[in-house]
């Protein structure tokens, strides 16, 4: 089992920063991935990122390219999302996930099994 605890949420005018954080108990050395996935209300949840736990290789959804940033301190165990450049339609709330099975890419959304409580983002005009 892995368990998932995000922080750093909270509210910010467009155009800001916040940092959200991770950290991950339990068998982290199983973990393959990790990613970041957002749901606003009304909409899909939808993957924002993910990383590789060994190589450290990361993926960004087009809509945040340039704006967010992911990464990881193995040592602490936990997984980073640095958010810049915050726009409204960036609002949502935000999870983290973990994906120990070596048998599906971490491109797909249902390898992720483990999953946070999520922490929301609320960006305004």
């Known amino acids: 089992q892995v368990q998932l605890v995000e922080s750093g949420g909270g509210s910010v005018q467009a155009g800001g920063s916040l940092r959200l954080s991770c950290a991950a108990s339990g068998y982290t050395s199983r973990m393959v991935c990790m990613a970041w996935f957002r749901q606003a209300p009304g909409k899909e949840r939808g993957r924002v990122a993910h990383i590789y736990r060994r190589s450290g290789s990361t993926n960004l959804t087009d809509s945040v390219k340039g704006r967010f940033t992911i990464s990881q301190d193995n040592t602490k165990n936990t997984l980073y999302l640095e958010m810049n450049s915050l726009k409204p339609e960036d609002t949502a709330m935000y999870y983290c996930?973990?994906?120990?099975?070596?048998?599906?890419?971490?491109?797909?959304?249902?390898?992720?099994?483990?999953w946070g409580q999520g922490t929301q983002v609320t960006v305004s005009s």
């Open positions: 996930a973990a994906a120990t099975s070596a048998l599906l890419s971490c491109y797909t959304d249902s390898a992720y099994t483990y």
